[in-house]
């Protein structure tokens, strides 16, 4: 979609660690700390295939199998500004009406598709209504 539509479609990706995960608040805050050294989605994808698996110690392997400097990594886990980041994140999830995840918005909307091409109509559909409005406007300047 990014690339296809790379001046009307922006990914904003926002953390909503669900509370039946045990540790999935501190997954969030150790992407956010892998982040830090341009490896969230490397970080991201690898806690996702490591779900049932999950721990403090997990949370350090995946960092080292991605060649992190440990030091700042471990240093950034304890930092507050992420934490405070995902809390945000959380209520505004909880305000936005999200309870899953993934949970995708299309101009504020929630989006209901659950396959790519779903997705993809949904998008094209929005963007023909956006361009529709822009065409009226800039008639009714005249």
């Not at 989605?41 to 949370?59: A, G, P, R, T």
């Not at 305000?95 to 899953?100: D, E």
């Not at 598709?113 to 998008?123: D, G, P, S, Y």
């Amino acid at each position: 979609m990014l690339e296809k539509y790379p001046a009307q479609v922006k990914l904003i990706f926002l953390s909503f660690p669900l509370r039946n995960h045990r540790f999935s608040k501190r997954a969030a805050i150790a992407a956010l700390a892998a982040k830090k050294q341009g490896y969230f989605w490397e970080y991201h994808d690898l806690v996702f295939e490591n779900l049932e698996s999950l721990n403090e110690q997990k949370f350090r392997e995946i960092a080292r199998d991605l060649g992190l400097d440990m030091r700042r990594f471990e240093q950034d886990l304890q930092d507050l500004t992420l934490v405070a980041r995902v809390n945000r994140d959380i209520r505004l999830g909880a305000y936005m009406g999200v309870r899953s995840t993934p949970t995708v918005f299309i101009n504020g909307r929630v989006s209901r598709a659950r396959t790519l091409k779903a997705l993809e109509a949904e998008v094209e559909q929005e963007l023909k209504k956006v361009k529709k409005q822009q065409e009226l406007s800039s008639k009714g300047k005249g």
